[in-house]
């Protein structure tokens, strides 16, 4: 039921649907009835956050639980926001207008390094003490997950917990135990202790840091019995693993407003600059029926006429070509559209094209990364310069005039050459549809070339590499665009400021936590949109902290020093981290996981694709 005083605002506001609740499938309980409330947080508008997969899969999931009540909370946009501060409403819950002051957890998904400041902000609009010190009671218990979780630190001082990987049964095994001691009376704290000794938990209260005499870490000292190291969870059997057969289908627009099918997790590919690639090993795929069966019931429950096969990289699914056959049994006469959003570009075949044809046909999306192949060497993207010709031919005799591509610039050891390399690939792509027998008849072809610029990310082998300077990066853009010499490529480029900061935030240690306090005070928020990003304001923070941004983001850092993420064990090991970083500066590519094992450390799982490749050598 919205709150009447959220009611009168709603006309003044951009988008009300954003805040009134109320969809198909939102999960609605009596507050009386459960045990356990939890404020799922998403630090982002609300488009952005229907659109996330992880967010679904969890609401679900903790729903599904008598005891759990669990609620969707989105960041307001800026006209809103303005609103609840002059008429005092605290940020609420959708599905009970409840403020989340109310509930045992408030909990964030971390997916983006310039969304720490939404955190703080929304912590703030609930009036709840953004500082973990401050929150002292049992109940509030603030806790984050998701990728960004990799490097904690630069806002360890707010969060009570992390969830370190998969969230599906460590999440459940804390809120299990917080009923318990809740049912006990236990202390903040002794419940804090007691969850440090569930794996997957990083409770960073319980560490203390100390730092070398030039600023760089040197060692974390767990206290209370916590564990020296945390190892991430994961789910290894992704058939029995937890998925909805239903989501709340949202009454605006939002940024992927279809049904979504996980079909596997990890990658075996290996590009050095990927995180997500590594985070997520080893490689574990659902079955085809599994698959089959969750498309058929979601598309049925939510009305969706598009259902997105979701993965880091649809056509390295093994089954890719039987899935698509099943799929289809049903698809075509309920006439539902299957996507692959995530196709590498020597994955895209007439099989697939043929299979997937009933996809709107508003283009299809590569990304080579890098225009040179010395360069694409150099970050193990293992694509051929041919084999991303012969796929966009392909795509042009089935129909499509439009392509999208996408790099990166500011790479460890590119070149000039390297970056108008770009500029070529595209024109060769251009090229490439003049040359088709079977193109469109009277249409133009259009190649849209987008750069953003590479950030140096935790748990690869480049997060030792320090990033290009802004100027550096501006003139890349610049010569980019100056080798360009057709109007059938569009060139679109990431601003390169955001990713500076980017860069600070992903490789930043604890002290960073005082810059995001003071930008908290000052009201920094949204720092991912051109809105309210300042990167002036922001250099203005760190120099009141008296902290350089760029011994995080540009600093060249060495294979022995204490990194502000090595307490935490994503299943990587370092060992394997600095071969491949090794590697790259030689130019040398690695083969992906289905070729040869790698030995990166992920095989201890005892499962993924590795595990059994290598059972299948002995």
């Known amino acids: 039921m919205i709150n009447k005083d959220v009611k009168k605002l709603l006309l003044k506001v951009q988008k009300p649907g954003r805040y ?11 507050k009386e009835d459960v045990d356990i409330r939890f404020a799922f947080c998403f630090p982002d508008t609300y488009e952005v956050g229907m659109s996330h997969l992880g967010m679904k899969i969890l609401y679900s999931l903790f729903n599904s639980k008598d005891y759990i009540w669990c609620e969707r909370v989105f960041a307001p946009w800026l006209d809103m926001e303005q609103m609840m501060i002059e008429n005092n409403i605290p940020l609420y819950a959708l599905e009970s207008c409840d403020p989340i002051t109310d ?7 971390l997916q983006y390094e310039l969304s720490f400041t939404n955190v703080l902000n929304m912590l703030k609009l609930a009036n709840i003490p953004i500082l973990s010190k401050d929150r002292k009671n049992l109940g509030q218990i603030v806790v984050a ?9 630069p806002i360890a001082d707010f969060i009570d917990i992390f969830f370190i990987g998969e969230g599906e049964e460590v999440d459940l095994e804390v809120i299990d135990l917080y009923r318990k001691c809740k049912s006990e009376n236990k ?24 730092y070398n005499d030039d600023g760089t870490v040197k060692a974390y000292i767990p206290k209370d019995n916590a564990p020296a190291v945390i190892h991430k969870r994961l789910i290894m059997n992704m058939d029995d693993c937890y998925y909805p057969d239903n989501f709340v289908v949202p009454m605006v627009e939002i940024v992927h407003d279809r049904a979504v099918e996980e079909i596997f997790r990890g990658c075996i590919r290996g590009c050095r600059f990927c995180q997500a690639g590594y985070l997520y090993r080893p490689v574990r795929e659902k079955s085809t029926e599994v698959i089959d069966s969750q498309c058929h019931r979601l598309s ?22 039987p899935l698509l056959d099943k799929l289809n049994k049903w698809s075509k006469d309920e006439k539902v ?41 150099v970050i193990n993207k293992n694509v051929m310069e041919d084999e991303l010709l012969n796929t966009c031919s392909v795509a042009f005799n089935g129909g499509w005039t439009n392509v999208k591509l996408y790099f990166m610039i500011g790479l460890p050891t590119e070149t000039l050459d390297d970056v108008a390399a770009i500029a070529q690939l595209g024109q060769n792509v251009v090229n490439e549809y003049y040359k088709c027998p079977n193109k469109p008849k009277g249409k133009s072809v259009n190649v849209t070339v987008s750069t953003s610029s590479f950030v140096p990310k935790p748990f690869t082998p480049f997060q030792w590499f320090g990033q290009n300077t802004i100027e550096e990066l501006h003139n890349k853009q610049q010569h980019l665009k100056e080798s360009i010499t057709t109007k059938k490529i569009t060139y679109n480029y990431h601003d390169a400021d955001t990713s500076y900061l980017e860069a600070v935030f992903a490789r930043g240690d604890r002290k960073l936590c005082k810059a995001m306090e003071k930008a908290c005070e000052k009201g920094f928020h949204f720092d991912g949109w051109g809105d309210c990003f300042s990167l002036e304001k922001w250099l203005e923070v760190f120099e009141e902290c008296n902290i350089d941004p760029d011994f995080y983001a540009r600093r060249q850092r060495s294979f022995d020093e204490v990194l502000p993420w090595d307490h935490l064990d994503y299943g990587i090991t370092k060992e394997h981290l600095i071969k491949e970083c090794q590697k790259a500066y030689k130019d040398t590519p690695t083969p992906h996981c289905r070729l040869k094992c790698s030995n990166c450390g992920a095989a201890k799982y005892k499962g993924g694709v590795c595990f059994e490749k290598r059972q299948n050598m002995v």
């Open 145 to 153: 997950g998701g990728p960004c979780a990799c490097n904690p630190e």
């Open 337 to 377: 559209s299957i996507s692959l959003p995530s196709l590498r570009v020597d994955g895209f075949t007439d099989d697939i094209m043929n299979k997937i044809k009933t996809v709107r046909k508003s283009g299809l999306t590569f990304a080579p990364e890098a225009g040179s192949q010395r360069l694409r060497d």
């Open 20 to 30: 009134v609740g109320g969809e198909l499938n939102a999960v609605v309980k009596n």
């Open 300 to 321: 049925t429950n939510t009305g969706y006429d598009e259902v997105s096969l979701s993965s880091l990289s649809s056509s390295d699914y093994s089954q890719i070509v």
């Open 103 to 109: 509930f045992d957890f408030i909990g964030f998904t």
């Open 187 to 210: 202390t903040k704290n002794e419940f804090l202790k007691l969850a440090s000794q569930i794996e997957g938990v990083y409770v960073p209260a319980l560490y203390d840091v100390t």
